[in-house]
């Protein structure tokens, strides 16, 4: 995985352009966006991740269809009450060029 420079990191991680996902649900159709939990108004991390229809993970038994990276190898459930994301917003163009997972800093 190529590292994301210290100024693509700080874009993905201002709160323009965020939408909540209470208010406006994020599309569920294996495209790929940013997801994001806030606090303070901020959000706190990012992940680049599409809806997976039929995929599991151990940590929710019985849970089928959640949030996947690209590759799979990290999910993240839409209704985990410790911890569920709250915000998306659409994948920006320099994270389809590097094909980019997350963005934490």
């Known amino acids: ?25 994020p599309p569920k159709d294996g495209t790929v966006i940013l997801l994001s ?11 680049a991740m599409q809806w997976g229809h ?4 151990g940590l929710f038994p019985g849970k ?4 996947m990276t690209p590759d799979g190898s990290l999910t993240w459930a839409d209704d985990d009450p410790h911890g569920a994301p709250t915000h998306w917003k659409h994948e920006p163009a320099f994270l ?6 997350n963005g934490n800093a």
């Not at 939990?37 to 992940?47: H, K, S």
């Not at 389809?96 to 997972?101: L, M």
Request: no cysteine.
């Open 1 to 25: 995985m190529t590292d994301l420079s210290l100024a693509e990191k700080v874009e993905g991680l201002d709160p323009a352009g965020w939408l909540s996902i209470a208010d406006h649900p």
């Open 37 to 47: 939990w806030f606090d303070n108004g901020r959000p706190q991390e990012w992940f």
């Open 54 to 57: 039929i995929k599991r993970n």
């Open 64 to 67: 089928v269809g959640m949030w």
């Open 96 to 101: 389809r060029a590097k094909g980019e997972q």
